[in-house]
């Protein structure tokens, strides 16, 4: 059985939405869970059980500045799209104020125990009385 695309819901239940390697688009009508909630977290994760213990970490996208209103009224589509490539793209709108977030993401990179590279960049602080720690291959530029 193939794993499955989903969300985490409020209750930590994993909700699938896509089966991965089968390429298709859905779209989910998500609610706020609190009155005048201004913004929503929506986790997405892969696995193949109804717990998001046992699945694997995707991505998150966060919708931040929707129309304050009570619990369950807002509505935020969710899009999700699986291609031919396992290429998963999300995307979340508040159909009120039309704040929104987009993400995409290979699924063929996270699969596997890959280790994480070190970033690529550096943080050199604008204010040089900030300390930022010890770091002894840091290099002043």
Same mark, same amino acid.
């Given at each position: 059985? *193939? *794993?499955?695309?989903?969300?985490?819901?409020?209750?930590?239940?994993?909700?699938?939405?896509?089966?991965?390697?089968?390429?298709?688009?859905?779209?989910?009508? =998500?609610?706020?869970?609190?009155?005048?909630?201004?913004?929503?977290?929506?986790?997405?994760?892969?696995?193949?059980?109804?717990?998001?213990?046992?699945?694997?970490?995707?991505?998150?996208?966060?919708?931040?500045?929707?129309?304050?209103?009570?619990?369950?009224?807002?509505?935020?589509?969710?899009?999700?799209?699986?291609?031919?490539?396992?290429?998963?793209?999300?995307?979340?709108?508040?159909?009120?104020?039309?704040?929104?977030?987009?993400?995409?993401?290979?699924?063929?990179? =996270?699969?596997?125990?890959?280790?994480?590279?070190?970033?690529?960049?550096?943080?050199?602080?604008?204010?040089?009385?900030?300390?930022?720690?010890?770091?002894?291959?840091?290099?002043?530029?």
């Amino acid at each position: 059985m *193939a *794993a499955s695309i989903g969300i985490k819901l409020d209750d930590s239940k994993f909700f699938p939405v896509l089966e991965e390697d089968s390429p298709a688009s859905k779209v989910l009508e =998500l609610t706020t869970v609190r009155d005048d909630q201004t913004s929503v977290q929506i986790n997405l994760f892969r696995g193949d059980e109804d717990t998001v213990a046992a699945a694997s970490y995707v991505g998150t996208l966060i919708i931040e500045d929707i129309t304050a209103r009570a619990a369950g009224e807002a509505t935020i589509e969710l899009t999700l799209t699986l291609d031919g490539n396992n290429e998963l793209s999300a995307e979340a709108v508040d159909l009120d104020s039309g704040s929104r977030q987009a993400l995409s993401v290979s699924l063929e990179t =996270l699969g596997g125990d890959e280790m994480f590279s070190l970033p690529d960049f550096d943080l050199t602080p604008i204010d040089d009385s900030l300390n930022l720690g010890a770091d002894p291959e840091r290099r002043n530029v």
